[in-house]
Each structure stands twice: as structure tokens, then as C-alpha cells.
């Protein structure tokens, strides 16, 4: 069966630098939701869109922006990155947020 | 403000025997909970589910109780199995009517089943 897809998988990047991660859902689903886990800590809600909307918003940094696109994938982009960023993104999609979400590989970015 | 609470950080149990990962929250809006297990350096992985209009949710070795009164649930795995061994985390969910669909995790709980 079809997973979620995240890419790239390890990203690293210089402070000050951007970041773009992508997310490919599973197909029919049409609600992304982006997740950061910092080491050692529980996935955070960053944010979430449905039907290439934002649905619901949690704490994702101003630096940092989503958006998701007609063919339902999505992209977190970040900028001005910090050493605090280096963390896990995890992309989740559910079909039409009611079910249980499911979760990609993720992406791990390091900021040096 | 944690709003999903797993206080033991880790577990240890013998193969064979009951592993029950415990869970608290505080927002009574919460209608559905969630149990997901997780590997390093993979994305988490549902296990199981229960809606609160239940208070018990089977399948297989693995069974979730859910106790509203005492915004607590429970996950219980029998027979537990060194395949086990991993991070469980909880998570819930507001409804329709909290106007949100996002998951709060739970900080974890370490399991490792001994052979």
C-alpha cells in the first residue's frame, strides 16, 4: 500500500540558510499535517491544511511557511534557519482529517 | 502545558508478560485517542484507536481502555514480544466541535520487552 512520502530524508544546512521540505500524501487523502520532534521530545503540531487550505495552525515559527498544493503534496519551507531547527519533520495525512493520521518517514535537517 | 501526559519514560518487561503503557490528559474536548509506536529514525506508526463514546478498544495483543472520568487511558499489550521494543507514544485529538483536528502527543514511553 501506498505510504506517505517525505524528501529528501537528511537535509543539512548552514544557519541563516532556507529549507524546503516536501510531502507527497497517500492517495485520496486530502489533509497534510507537518510535525517537528526536537531530540528527545514528543512530536510537536507545526501546522495543518485541507483541500490546499490551512485547516488549523500550532507552533510553527513566522520563519516558517506551508502551503499545499493542487495535487495535494505540500511543502514546509523554512528560512533564517536556526540551530534549533535541526529536528525531525514529520508529514502526516488523513482522508478528510476524521481518521487516524499517517505518518511519513520523515526528514531529518540539521543546522550547523 | 502539557495537555498529554506519559509519565513513565520507560518500561521494561519480560517476554510473554503484560506490557500497559499508561496515558493522562487534561482537555475534556478530546474525543478520539490514539496509541502509535515509533523506531528511530521512522515516523510513527499507528497501533490502535479508541473514540470516547468507548471504553475498551481491542485488536489482536493489543487493547486500549479509556477511562473519562479520570482522563486516563491505557495500553495494554499480551503477550508482549521482544518485536515490541520501541516508543509508544499517545496522542489526542479534538473533535468537530473544538474546531480542531490536530494530534497532541504524549512525551512517550520507552518499551523494551526482554528476552
Known amino acids: 500500500a501506498a505510504g506517505v512520502i517525505q524528501s529528501p530524508r537528511h537535509l543539512i544546512k548552514e544557519k541563516r540558510e532556507t529549507a524546503t521540505l516536501k510531502c507527497y500524501p497517500i492517495?485520496?487523502?486530502?489533509?497534510v499535517y507537518w510535525y517537528q520532534q526536537g531530540p528527545g521530545q514528543d512530536p510537536q503540531f507545526l501546522i495543518s491544511f485541507y483541500e490546499k487550505m490551512q485547516s488549523d495552525k500550532g507552533s510553527i515559527p513566522d520563519r516558517f511557511s506551508a502551503q499545499q498544493f493542487s495535487d495535494y503534496h505540500s511543502e514546509l519551507n523554512m528560512s533564517s534557519l536556526e540551530l534549533g531547527d535541526s529536528a525531525l519533520y514529520f508529514c502526516a495525512s488523513s482522508p478528510g482529517g476524521l481518521e487516524e493520521q499517517y505518518f511519513g518517514p520523515g526528514t531529518r535537517l540539521t543546522v550547523t | 502545558d502539557q495537555q498529554v501526559k506519559q509519565n513513565s519514560p520507560s518500561l521494561s518487561v519480560q517476554e510473554g508478560r503484560i506490557s500497559i503503557l499508561n496515558c493522562d490528559y487534561t482537555?475534556?474536548?478530546?474525543?478520539?485517542f490514539l496509541w502509535y509506536k515509533k523506531y528511530p529514525a521512522e515516523g510513527p506508526t499507528f497501533l490502535i484507536s479508541?473514540?470516547?463514546?468507548?471504553d475498551k478498544n481491542e485488536d489482536g495483543r493489543f487493547t486500549v481502555f479509556l477511562n473519562k472520568s479520570a482522563k486516563h487511558l491505557s495500553l495494554h499489550i499480551v503477550p508482549s514480544q521482544p518485536g515490541d521494543s520501541a516508543v509508544y507514544f499517545c496522542a489526542a485529538k479534538g473533535g468537530a466541535t473544538s474546531g480542531t483536528y490536530k494530534y497532541i502527543f504524549g512525551t512517550g514511553t520507552r518499551l523494551k520487552v526482554l528476552a
Open positions: 482537555n475534556s474536548m478530546f474525543d478520539y
Open positions: 492517495p485520496r487523502h486530502d489533509t
Open positions: 479508541i473514540s470516547s463514546i468507548k
